[in-house]
């Protein structure tokens, strides 16, 4: 039987004696092994979340279409806000703020879907889908350069915040 990698994220990882990251004295590590520090823990973290947000990413594009056939599937919805809410919160933890952004803006539009407060329309779809597209693009210059690229994504959350 193959070992399941635990994935940090849901593990409470970010939280050392309990306090959060940006409380940890210069050069405490993140890691609960203790054999890495500093920049090694953040890499390991930004590695892991990289991989974790490509395998949402690829859920959500399937759950987006299930969503649309499906608009009144509760569980369905739930999912996908969780997935992106999941995303947009790790982003804040890891400190990057474009990602982040983009990924509250589609969170606000899913979070008023999920209240009852909007309908699941093709319009809808359509702006998430972007959303997702744009963290997909951010997230490929980030996992090649290790840093969050510098861009501008006011007019989708601008059209995200429109609509929700």
């Given at each position: 039987m193959a070992s399941r990698k635990i994935n940090p994220?849901?593990?409470?990882?970010?939280?050392?004696?309990?306090r959060q990251p940006s409380q940890l004295a210069?050069?405490?590590?993140?890691?609960?092994?203790?054999k890495r520090s500093g920049a090694g823990a953040m890499?390991?973290?930004l590695s892991e979340f990289l991989t974790e947000t490509n395998e949402n990413l690829a859920v959500l594009d399937v759950e987006l279409v299930k969503l649309e056939q499906n608009p009144n599937d509760i569980d369905l919805l739930s999912n996908i806000f969780r997935l992106?809410?999941?995303?947009?919160?790790?982003?804040?933890?890891?400190g990057l703020p474009r990602l982040e952004s983009v990924a509250h803006a589609g969170e606000n539009v899913l979070g008023k879907v999920r209240d009852g407060e909007l309908e699941v329309t093709a319009q809808a779809v359509t702006l998430i889908l972007a959303c997702l597209d744009r963290i997909r693009s951010i997230m490929g210059d980030l996992e090649a350069s290790g840093t969050e690229p510098a861009g501008d994504d006011s007019e989708l959350i601008k059209s995200l915040n429109a609509f929700a």
């Open positions: 994220f849901r593990q409470g990882l970010g939280r050392e004696n309990g210069a050069g405490q590590s993140l890691a609960n092994d203790g890499d390991d973290l992106v809410h999941t995303v947009k919160g790790t982003c804040g933890f890891l």
